[in-house]
Nanobody, 112 residues
Framework: QVQLVESGGGLVQPGGSLRLSCAAS????????MGWYRQAPGKQRELVAG???????NYADSVKGRFTISRDNAKNTVYLQMNSLRPEDTAVYYC??????WGQGTQVTVSS
């Protein structure tokens, strides 16, 4: 059974940075697509960034140039570096493996 555990969320001022981490259990990590989604109150969950097993990445238009997704297969961990944060980035951020397994979510709040 795959378990995903996110960490790194919190409260940050506009313009600040956070790095989210998602540690995965099991042996499927290195061959799996990994993604970060977010869900703000009253809104649908949306894909923020994804990374394939080969390292190809894609981003939502709203975060291009500000967020960077990366993975460390030796640590079974995927990261989301978030810079130049805006109030509209406030949401619960979820990690997913192949859109089949999900973490519990971590709250990111951008506010002064």
């Amino acid at each position: 059974q795959v378990q995903l555990v996110e960490s790194g969320g919190g409260l940050v001022q506009p313009g600040g940075s956070l790095r989210l981490s998602c540690a995965a259990s099991g042996s499927m990590f290195r061959i799996s697509f990994m993604g970060w989604y977010r869900q703000a109150p009253g809104k649908q969950r949306e894909l923020v960034a994804g990374i394939t097993s080969g390292g190809s990445t894609n981003y939502a238009d709203s975060v291009k140039g500000r967020f960077t997704i990366s993975r460390d297969n030796a640590k079974n961990t995927v990261y989301l570096q978030m810079n130049s944060l805006r109030p509209e980035d406030t949401a619960v951020y979820y990690c997913t493996m192949s859109n089949n397994y999900w973490g519990q979510g971590t709250q990111v709040t951008v506010s002064s």
